[in-house]
């Protein structure tokens, strides 16, 4: 049962941006970390970018640093992933997750499995 649902994605040509949004489509996850993470084709899910429950810490893959922000505002729910300078090896799918064992937490995780509810994902390709 989906839990979180991505909008956003889409095709961009390298050098531009995309803005990814989640939100639930049910259970609320205003205080608990969220990450987001993808899988480009032929590889494993990777970590990209994480923020603690009330926003004041964030962490992001060395490939994101620099180019993606990671933010939320707890009174939509909504987290996003604003994707700046996109490269072709960007291409994949983004997933967004909730680590419901960091609620109220001052800690986030870059390891998937510490995230038990996740979105269907939004594809995200960059053209060269």
């Known amino acids: 049962q989906v839990q979180l649902v991505e909008s956003g994605g889409g095709l961009v040509q390298a050098g531009g941006s995309l803005r990814l949004s989640c939100a639930p489509s049910q259970r609320p996850f205003g205080r608990c970390a969220m990450g987001w993470f993808r899988q480009p084709p032929g590889k494993e899910r990777e970590f990209v970018a994480a923020?603690?429950?009330?926003?004041?810490?964030?962490g992001y893959a060395d490939s994101a640093k620099d180019r993606f922000t990671i933010s939320r505002d707890n009174a939509d729910n909504t987290v996003y992933l604003q994707m700046n300078n996109l490269k072709p090896e960007d291409t994949g799918v983004y997933y967004c997750a909730a680590d419901s064992t960091r609620c109220y937490s001052g800690y986030w995780s870059s390891n998937s499995r510490d995230y038990a509810f996740w979105g269907q994902g939004t594809q995200v390709t960059v053209s060269s």
């Open positions: 923020i603690m429950w009330s926003g004041r810490d964030t």
